[in-house]
Protein backbone atom coordinates (compact mmCIF):
# COMPACT_ATOMS: atom_id res chain seq x y z
CA UNK A 1 0.00 0.00 0.00
CA UNK A 2 1.04 3.66 -0.39
CA UNK A 3 -0.15 6.63 1.65
CA UNK A 4 -1.26 10.09 0.72
CA UNK A 5 -2.99 12.92 2.11
CA UNK A 6 -5.62 15.85 1.63
CA UNK A 7 -6.21 19.27 3.12
CA UNK A 8 -9.33 20.59 1.74
CA UNK A 9 -8.45 24.34 1.04
CA UNK A 10 -11.38 24.99 3.46
CA UNK A 11 -11.39 26.89 6.72
CA UNK A 12 -7.99 27.75 6.89
CA UNK A 13 -5.34 29.64 5.53
CA UNK A 14 -2.81 29.74 3.01
CA UNK A 15 0.23 29.68 5.49
CA UNK A 16 -0.98 26.65 7.39
CA UNK A 17 -1.99 24.35 4.16
CA UNK A 18 1.71 25.89 3.10
CA UNK A 19 2.85 24.74 6.00
CA UNK A 20 1.71 21.22 5.78
CA UNK A 21 2.94 20.56 2.33
CA UNK A 22 6.71 21.82 2.66
CA UNK A 23 6.78 19.19 5.79
CA UNK A 24 5.24 16.54 3.56
CA UNK A 25 7.56 17.05 0.88
CA UNK A 26 10.50 15.68 2.76
CA UNK A 27 8.56 12.65 4.46
CA UNK A 28 8.85 9.89 1.84
CA UNK A 29 5.64 7.89 3.28
CA UNK A 30 3.41 10.44 1.57
CA UNK A 31 3.15 10.13 -1.94
CA UNK A 32 0.97 12.42 -3.31
CA UNK A 33 -1.22 15.80 -1.67
CA UNK A 34 -4.73 16.79 -2.91
CA UNK A 35 -6.59 19.64 -2.70
CA UNK A 36 -10.80 19.80 -3.56
CA UNK A 37 -12.27 21.91 -6.26
CA UNK A 38 -15.20 23.69 -4.76
CA UNK A 39 -15.78 27.48 -3.81
CA UNK A 40 -18.00 27.07 -0.88
CA UNK A 41 -16.63 25.21 2.55
CA UNK A 42 -18.57 21.94 2.07
CA UNK A 43 -19.85 19.27 5.03
CA UNK A 44 -19.48 22.69 7.45
CA UNK A 45 -20.40 26.14 7.20
CA UNK A 46 -20.96 27.21 3.45
CA UNK A 47 -20.27 30.72 4.59
CA UNK A 48 -16.78 30.18 5.72
CA UNK A 49 -13.62 30.60 3.46
CA UNK A 50 -12.54 28.68 0.94
CA UNK A 51 -9.48 28.82 -1.66
CA UNK A 52 -9.82 28.06 -5.09
CA UNK A 53 -8.40 24.47 -5.50
CA UNK A 54 -6.32 24.93 -8.91
CA UNK A 55 -4.50 28.00 -8.42
CA UNK A 56 -4.22 27.09 -4.52
CA UNK A 57 -2.59 23.37 -6.13
CA UNK A 58 -0.55 25.28 -8.31
CA UNK A 59 1.43 27.45 -5.89
CA UNK A 60 1.93 24.18 -3.93
CA UNK A 61 3.47 22.63 -6.64
CA UNK A 62 5.91 24.95 -6.50
CA UNK A 63 6.78 25.25 -2.88
CA UNK A 64 7.15 21.37 -3.30
CA UNK A 65 9.74 19.17 -5.14
CA UNK A 66 8.65 15.16 -4.75
CA UNK A 67 5.00 14.84 -4.02
CA UNK A 68 2.60 14.45 -6.55
CA UNK A 69 -0.47 16.78 -6.57
CA UNK A 70 -3.76 16.53 -7.78
CA UNK A 71 -7.25 17.90 -7.64
CA UNK A 72 -9.68 15.67 -5.70
CA UNK A 73 -11.73 16.28 -7.80
CA UNK A 74 -12.47 18.87 -10.41
CA UNK A 75 -16.14 19.12 -11.08
CA UNK A 76 -16.19 19.40 -14.68
CA UNK A 77 -18.88 21.47 -14.86
CA UNK A 78 -16.99 24.51 -13.55
CA UNK A 79 -14.73 24.70 -16.39
CA UNK A 80 -14.35 24.25 -20.40
CA UNK A 81 -12.76 20.92 -21.01
CA UNK A 82 -10.77 22.41 -23.18
CA UNK A 83 -9.81 25.23 -20.50
CA UNK A 84 -9.12 22.24 -18.08
CA UNK A 85 -6.79 20.44 -20.44
CA UNK A 86 -5.08 23.64 -21.17
CA UNK A 87 -4.74 24.02 -17.39
CA UNK A 88 -3.54 20.75 -16.87
CA UNK A 89 -0.66 20.86 -19.65
CA UNK A 90 0.55 23.78 -17.81
CA UNK A 91 0.49 22.26 -14.07
CA UNK A 92 2.31 19.43 -15.03
CA UNK A 93 4.89 21.33 -16.96
CA UNK A 94 5.82 23.39 -14.26
CA UNK A 95 5.22 20.62 -11.60
CA UNK A 96 7.95 18.41 -13.93
CA UNK A 97 5.49 15.90 -14.47
CA UNK A 98 4.00 15.66 -11.25
CA UNK A 99 0.18 15.69 -11.66
CA UNK A 100 -2.84 13.47 -11.41
CA UNK A 101 -5.45 14.98 -13.12
CA UNK A 102 -8.86 14.27 -10.55
CA UNK A 103 -12.21 14.81 -12.15
CA UNK A 104 -16.12 14.20 -11.44
CA UNK A 105 -19.17 14.60 -12.54
CA UNK A 106 -20.00 17.45 -9.87
CA UNK A 107 -22.84 17.73 -7.34
CA UNK A 108 -22.47 20.73 -5.18
CA UNK A 109 -25.92 22.19 -6.31
CA UNK A 110 -25.54 25.63 -3.58
CA UNK A 111 -22.68 26.94 -4.83
CA UNK A 112 -23.39 26.12 -9.02
CA UNK A 113 -27.10 27.73 -8.29
CA UNK A 114 -25.16 30.57 -6.48
CA UNK A 115 -22.96 31.63 -9.29
CA UNK A 116 -25.35 30.58 -12.44
CA UNK A 117 -23.09 27.56 -13.20
CA UNK A 118 -25.53 24.50 -14.80
CA UNK A 119 -25.33 21.89 -12.86
CA UNK A 120 -28.47 20.00 -14.82
CA UNK A 121 -30.10 16.77 -14.47
CA UNK A 122 -28.05 13.70 -12.97
CA UNK A 123 -28.14 12.09 -16.77
CA UNK A 124 -27.19 15.42 -17.79
CA UNK A 125 -24.15 15.82 -15.77
CA UNK A 126 -23.16 12.39 -16.41
CA UNK A 127 -23.73 12.89 -20.36
CA UNK A 128 -21.81 15.83 -19.91
CA UNK A 129 -19.19 14.19 -18.00
CA UNK A 130 -18.48 11.36 -20.40
CA UNK A 131 -18.13 14.09 -23.08
CA UNK A 132 -15.72 15.82 -21.29
CA UNK A 133 -13.55 13.13 -20.52
CA UNK A 134 -13.18 12.63 -24.45
CA UNK A 135 -12.54 16.21 -24.73
CA UNK A 136 -10.03 16.01 -22.52
CA UNK A 137 -7.68 13.02 -22.92
CA UNK A 138 -7.76 14.11 -26.73
CA UNK A 139 -6.67 17.79 -25.96
CA UNK A 140 -3.93 16.01 -23.87
CA UNK A 141 -2.30 13.66 -26.29
CA UNK A 142 -2.99 14.54 -29.71
CA UNK A 143 -2.07 17.43 -31.85
CA UNK A 144 -5.99 18.33 -32.63
CA UNK A 145 -8.97 17.57 -32.10
CA UNK A 146 -12.45 17.57 -33.65
CA UNK A 147 -15.35 17.01 -31.42
CA UNK A 148 -18.97 17.34 -32.04
CA UNK A 149 -21.09 16.59 -29.19
CA UNK A 150 -24.27 17.82 -27.64
CA UNK A 151 -22.34 20.05 -24.94
CA UNK A 152 -18.85 20.38 -26.03
CA UNK A 153 -18.29 20.93 -30.12
CA UNK A 154 -14.27 21.33 -31.32
CA UNK A 155 -13.13 21.90 -34.25
CA UNK A 156 -9.13 21.14 -34.79
CA UNK A 157 -8.41 22.80 -31.72
CA UNK A 158 -4.73 22.40 -29.71
CA UNK A 159 -3.48 22.06 -26.58
CA UNK A 160 0.31 22.96 -26.85
CA UNK A 161 2.88 22.57 -25.28
CA UNK A 162 1.57 19.19 -24.01
CA UNK A 163 2.82 18.15 -20.18
CA UNK A 164 6.24 15.43 -19.94
CA UNK A 165 3.70 12.64 -19.02
CA UNK A 166 3.08 10.39 -21.59
CA UNK A 167 0.22 10.12 -23.43
CA UNK A 168 -1.22 12.63 -20.65
CA UNK A 169 -1.13 12.80 -16.93
CA UNK A 170 -3.19 9.82 -15.13
CA UNK A 171 -6.64 10.25 -15.13
CA UNK A 172 -8.24 10.12 -11.49
CA UNK A 173 -12.11 9.73 -11.53
CA UNK A 174 -13.53 10.23 -8.14
CA UNK A 175 -17.11 8.60 -7.47
CA UNK A 176 -19.11 5.18 -6.71
CA UNK A 177 -22.04 5.33 -9.34
CA UNK A 178 -22.07 1.75 -10.51
CA UNK A 179 -24.22 2.81 -13.84
CA UNK A 180 -22.31 5.58 -15.06
CA UNK A 181 -19.30 6.44 -13.06
CA UNK A 182 -17.55 3.44 -12.70
CA UNK A 183 -18.31 2.73 -16.59
CA UNK A 184 -16.78 6.15 -17.26
CA UNK A 185 -14.15 5.35 -15.26
CA UNK A 186 -13.47 1.97 -17.07
CA UNK A 187 -12.75 3.35 -20.20
CA UNK A 188 -10.70 6.48 -19.64
CA UNK A 189 -9.27 6.78 -15.80
CA UNK A 190 -5.69 5.07 -14.65
CA UNK A 191 -7.04 5.77 -10.97
CA UNK A 192 -10.22 5.51 -9.28
CA UNK A 193 -11.08 7.47 -6.18
CA UNK A 194 -13.81 5.95 -3.26
CA UNK A 195 -14.81 8.59 -1.64
CA UNK A 196 -14.80 6.19 1.95
CA UNK A 197 -16.73 3.92 3.62
CA UNK A 198 -16.44 0.24 4.89
CA UNK A 199 -14.72 -2.27 2.99
CA UNK A 200 -17.28 -4.30 1.57
CA UNK A 201 -18.83 -1.34 0.40
CA UNK A 202 -15.29 -0.51 -1.21
CA UNK A 203 -15.08 -4.06 -2.11
CA UNK A 204 -18.91 -4.07 -4.11
CA UNK A 205 -17.66 -1.44 -5.54
CA UNK A 206 -14.21 -2.56 -7.29
CA UNK A 207 -15.80 -5.81 -8.21
CA UNK A 208 -18.18 -4.03 -10.66
CA UNK A 209 -15.55 -1.58 -11.88
CA UNK A 210 -13.87 -5.07 -12.47
CA UNK A 211 -16.96 -6.24 -14.27
CA UNK A 212 -17.04 -2.81 -16.86
CA UNK A 213 -13.37 -3.19 -17.33
CA UNK A 214 -14.31 -6.50 -18.67
CA UNK A 215 -17.25 -5.74 -20.77
CA UNK A 216 -15.07 -3.44 -23.15
CA UNK A 217 -11.68 -6.18 -22.61
CA UNK A 218 -9.72 -4.06 -20.07
CA UNK A 219 -7.03 -5.12 -17.29
CA UNK A 220 -8.47 -3.38 -14.13
CA UNK A 221 -5.31 -3.62 -12.56
CA UNK A 222 -4.54 -1.27 -15.03
CA UNK A 223 -6.63 1.14 -12.68
CA UNK A 224 -5.23 2.12 -9.18
CA UNK A 225 -7.59 1.90 -6.19
CA UNK A 226 -7.67 4.92 -3.84
CA UNK A 227 -10.33 6.04 -0.96
CA UNK A 228 -10.22 9.05 1.57
CA UNK A 229 -9.44 7.57 5.08
CA UNK A 230 -10.19 10.36 7.99
CA UNK A 231 -8.00 11.12 10.31
CA UNK A 232 -10.35 12.51 13.33
CA UNK A 233 -9.85 15.83 15.17
CA UNK A 234 -8.42 13.58 18.19
CA UNK A 235 -5.39 12.68 15.90
CA UNK A 236 -6.33 9.20 16.25
CA UNK A 237 -3.16 7.86 13.99
CA UNK A 238 -3.78 4.22 15.10
CA UNK A 239 -7.22 3.93 14.13
CA UNK A 240 -6.34 5.89 10.47
CA UNK A 241 -3.98 3.46 9.84
CA UNK A 242 -6.72 0.37 11.01
CA UNK A 243 -9.11 1.75 8.46
CA UNK A 244 -6.85 1.92 5.53
CA UNK A 245 -5.61 -1.78 6.68
CA UNK A 246 -8.94 -3.22 6.20
CA UNK A 247 -9.21 -1.89 2.75
CA UNK A 248 -6.01 -2.79 1.95
CA UNK A 249 -7.60 -6.54 2.52
CA UNK A 250 -9.72 -5.81 -0.40
CA UNK A 251 -7.41 -4.55 -3.01
CA UNK A 252 -6.83 -0.72 -2.03
CA UNK A 253 -3.71 0.68 -3.80
CA UNK A 254 -3.70 4.42 -2.27
CA UNK A 255 -5.33 5.32 1.19
CA UNK A 256 -5.26 9.38 0.79
CA UNK A 257 -5.81 10.70 4.41
CA UNK A 258 -7.78 13.49 4.71
CA UNK A 259 -6.42 15.82 7.43
CA UNK A 260 -8.74 17.88 9.77
CA UNK A 261 -8.13 21.46 10.13
CA UNK A 262 -6.65 23.40 11.64
CA UNK A 263 -3.74 22.32 9.41
CA UNK A 264 -0.57 21.72 11.44
CA UNK A 265 2.59 20.22 10.17
CA UNK A 266 3.00 18.53 13.52
CA UNK A 267 0.72 15.53 12.69
CA UNK A 268 2.78 13.91 9.89
CA UNK A 269 5.60 12.46 11.78
CA UNK A 270 3.69 10.96 14.28
CA UNK A 271 0.80 10.09 11.44
CA UNK A 272 4.28 8.79 9.01
CA UNK A 273 5.78 6.39 12.28
CA UNK A 274 2.25 4.79 12.69
CA UNK A 275 2.09 3.86 8.85
CA UNK A 276 6.37 2.85 9.11
CA UNK A 277 5.25 0.77 12.30
CA UNK A 278 2.03 -0.82 10.40
CA UNK A 279 3.99 -2.91 7.84
CA UNK A 280 1.62 -1.64 5.23
CA UNK A 281 4.07 -0.05 3.36
CA UNK A 282 5.81 -3.48 2.48
CA UNK A 283 2.75 -5.19 2.21
Keep these: MRFAFKTSPQNTTWSDMLAVWKAADDIEVFESGWTFDHFYPIFSDSTGPCLEGWITLTALAQATQRLRVGVLVTGIHYRHPAVLANMAAALDIVSGGRLELGIGAGWNEEESGAYGIELGSIKERFDRF ?133 YDPAVLEPLANEIRASGLLNS
Design 130 to 262: EEACEVLTSLLSKESTTFDGKFYQLKDARNEPKGPQQPHPPICIGGSGEKRTLKITARYAQHWNFVGGPPEEFARKRDVLAGHCADIGRDPNEIMLSSHVRLDPERNYGKVVEEAAALGKEGLDLAIIYLPPP
